[in-house]
């Protein structure tokens, strides 16, 4: 007797099972194109401010590529800034307005305590600053991991205090779980006390969770350390390749699934 089943049988005989594909989104295109629109200064910009307006009012979908990157974002509509507004522009989007004034305190005073530009997410780098030019000897770090802040006591406060209802109740309620999160160098708790540590080998590089044992080794470790947990906490800018992706519906995004529509509000003068 003949066999109905619906599986593609392999060279083996076995069922096939393909997973299902996940359906593409459909790329972005210009509801009709522009004329380039090339802005050297801020007061250009702020000329210009209600024809890049309506250009992304005209192409809706496209404001939501300004989280992506909001300068590849105004080039798709024609607005190609000057390298000076592309550095300001993204400089603005990826810290708070407090986050990035301490973030430029930091880089001037190490700076001028170094005499050259930190590079505190460069392993290399901080391992020649470290024990080169701060002097500092190496530490036995190894079996020790550093302190993250604890995201989970951030919502103990969420917890009631007393029952809810007096009567037991017989249906069970679900619970709620936090999942657990892979400790990063951007949680690194830079508050919690560190313990001293003994003589070691010399690391052949010094990344930020080394360079947080290294906390009292020197005064410059410190701001070092919170320069480089700041610079990884910025909003993350995708360039080039993975941009082109997004916008073609070739790499999906939350940025394109979950907002769905953003309009500018046009103020009159």
Excluded: C
Excluded at 116 to 129: C, K, M
Excluded at 145 to 174: E, H, I, M, N
């Amino acid at each position: 007797m003949g066999s109905s089943d619906q599986g593609a049988p392999d060279v083996q005989g076995e069922r096939q099972v393909t997973a299902p594909q996940v359906p593409s989104l459909p790329a972005l295109r210009l509801a009709y194109p522009f004329e380039p629109l090339n802005i050297k200064s801020h007061v250009g910009l702020s000329a210009n401010s209600r024809e890049i307006l309506r250009r992304f009012q005209a192409n809706p979908d496209f404001i939501r590529l300004m989280f992506v990157n909001p300068v590849l974002a105004f080039q798709e509509v024609g607005v190609n800034l000057s390298a000076d507004l592309q550095d300001h522009m993204l400089r603005a989007v990826r810290h708070s307005p407090a986050s990035r004034a301490r973030e430029e305190e930091l880089v001037k005073s190490l700076g001028e305590a170094l005499g050259e530009p930190p590079e505190p997410r460069n392993p290399q780098w901080l391992r020649r600053i470290l024990f080169e030019k701060l002097k500092v000897e190496p530490l036995d770090t190894s079996g020790h991991k550093p302190t993250y802040r604890s995201w989970a006591g951030k919502f103990a406060g969420l917890t009631p205090t007393r029952q809810r209802y007096p009567q037991p109740r017989r249906v069970k309620s679900p619970q709620v779980r936090i999942p657990a999160v892979r400790p990063a160098a951007r949680n690194l708790d830079l508050d919690a006390p560190v313990a001293p540590l003994g003589p070691g080998p010399m690391p052949d590089a010094v990344d930020l969770e080394t360079l947080y044992f290294y906390r009292g080794a020197h005064p410059l470790v410190q701001p070092l350390l919170e320069l480089g947990v700041l610079q990884l906490r910025t909003l993350p800018i995708l360039t080039g390749e993975r941009f082109r992706k997004i916008r073609d519906g070739e790499s999906r995004s939350p940025l394109r699934t979950w907002i769905q529509n953003i309009r500018f509000i046009e103020r009159s003068k």
